[in-house]
């Protein structure tokens, strides 16, 4: 598998997995608490310690993830000047990238990465307090995997019965998290889920200029067993696959100028 391509969902991944624009979401992560403001506090953690949680995604293959205590501590002493508190990862169609408020605390305790965001008297903000008071929503964080210790033969156990490659991030820098819309899965609403997918998705089709771009991408570095696997069994009248095009011709080298371009473009 090239370097520069998505893992299959339900593939164990081959190398370690992506690090650079991975989300995270838990369920429950957030409760609000009335103030003299007229404004509640938003509250809770948007990730927890030593939960081990499937990840099976597109982009990032399947495997076992936890997140290690310690592991916000430099990004909180260092970015949290940076961090935006956003809606949908600045998704949602009407609110955009408007920040919901100020980061009045922001540590990690026992539990996991707890904040506490003073909302702002905005509409765009009030028109959230609904879904926010009836726990409707998700807590979700958008972040870079600084460090990491990826065992790719992990042995199966209790919490790991398929026996998949573990995961444990041991540093890991915020960008912005806040409240979010879960997708429409089966099962329990608690717990963790990968939204990367989701977040890439957001990204591309929200732009047409962008999709467009990416499916010139996606057909410059992907072989035509990509498009077509059975293209040998094909019927000699059938339309041939896209060939893959010089490696000089390629937008991206790899996956990580991919993600870049994602994230500043």
Same mark, same amino acid.
């Given at each position: 598998? *090239?370097?520069?391509?998505? /893992?299959? /969902?339900?593939?164990?991944?081959?190398?370690?997995? +992506?690090?650079?624009? &991975? /989300?995270?979401? =838990?369920?429950?992560?957030?409760?609000?608490?009335?103030?003299?403001?007229?404004?509640?506090?938003?509250?809770?953690?948007?990730?927890? #310690?030593?939960?081990?949680?499937?990840?099976?995604?597109?982009? $990032?293959?399947?495997?076992?993830?936890?997140?290690?205590?310690?592991?916000?501590?430099?990004?909180?002493?260092?970015?949290?000047?940076?961090?935006?508190? %956003? !809606?949908?990862?600045?998704?949602?169609?009407?609110?955009?990238?408007? +920040?919901?408020?100020?980061?009045?605390?922001?540590?990690? @305790?026992?539990?996991?990465?707890?904040?506490?965001?003073? &909302? #702002? @008297?905005?509409?765009?903000?009030? $028109? &959230?307090?609904?879904?926010?008071?009836?726990?409707? %929503?998700?807590?979700?964080?958008?972040?870079? =995997?600084?460090?990491?210790?990826? @065992?790719?033969?992990?042995?199966? *156990?209790?919490?790991?019965?398929?026996?998949? +490659? $573990?995961?444990?991030?041991?540093?890991?820098?915020?960008?912005?998290?806040?409240?979010?819309?879960?997708?429409?899965?089966?099962?329990?609403?608690?717990?963790?889920?990968? &939204?990367?997918?989701?977040?890439?998705?957001?990204?591309?089709?929200?732009?047409?200029?962008?999709?467009?771009?990416?499916?010139?991408?996606?057909?410059?570095?992907?072989?035509?067993?990509? !498009?077509?696997?059975?293209?040998?069994?094909?019927?000699?009248?059938?339309?041939?696959?896209?060939?893959?095009?010089?490696?000089?011709?390629?937008?991206?080298?790899?996956?990580? $100028?991919?993600?870049?371009?994602?994230?500043?473009?």
């Amino acid at each position: 598998m *090239s370097e520069n391509t998505p /893992v299959g /969902v339900g593939e164990a991944v081959p190398g370690n997995p +992506p690090r650079e624009n &991975l /989300v995270r979401a =838990v369920m429950p992560g957030l409760e609000l608490r009335e103030t003299d403001t007229g404004m509640p506090t938003m509250f809770g953690h948007f990730a927890r #310690f030593n939960e081990w949680t499937e990840i099976n995604s597109a982009w $990032e293959g399947r495997f076992m993830e936890r997140i290690a205590p310690g592991a916000f501590a430099k990004t909180i002493a260092e970015n949290r000047n940076g961090m935006r508190v %956003l !809606f949908d990862h600045g998704h949602d169609p009407s609110i955009g990238n408007k +920040p919901l408020g100020t980061i009045a605390d922001l540590r990690e @305790d026992e539990a996991g990465a707890h904040y506490e965001v003073d &909302l #702002f @008297d905005a509409e765009y903000v009030r $028109e &959230l307090l609904p879904g926010l008071k009836a726990g409707a %929503l998700g807590a979700s964080f958008r972040f870079k =995997v600084m460090r990491e210790d990826f @065992d790719k033969k992990a042995e199966a *156990s209790e919490t790991n019965p398929d026996g998949l +490659p $573990e995961r444990t991030i041991t540093e890991a820098k915020v960008m912005e998290f806040g409240p979010v819309t879960f997708p429409a899965y089966s099962g329990a609403t608690a717990g963790v889920r990968s &939204l990367t997918d989701d977040f890439i998705l957001a990204q591309l089709f929200g732009d047409a200029d962008r999709t467009k771009r990416f499916a010139e991408w996606y057909v410059q570095t992907h072989s035509a067993a990509t !498009f077509a696997p059975s293209i040998e069994q094909a019927p000699a009248e059938a339309t041939p696959a896209p060939e893959r095009r010089d490696n000089r011709d390629n937008r991206f080298k790899n996956r990580e $100028e991919y993600l870049s371009w994602l994230s500043t473009s």
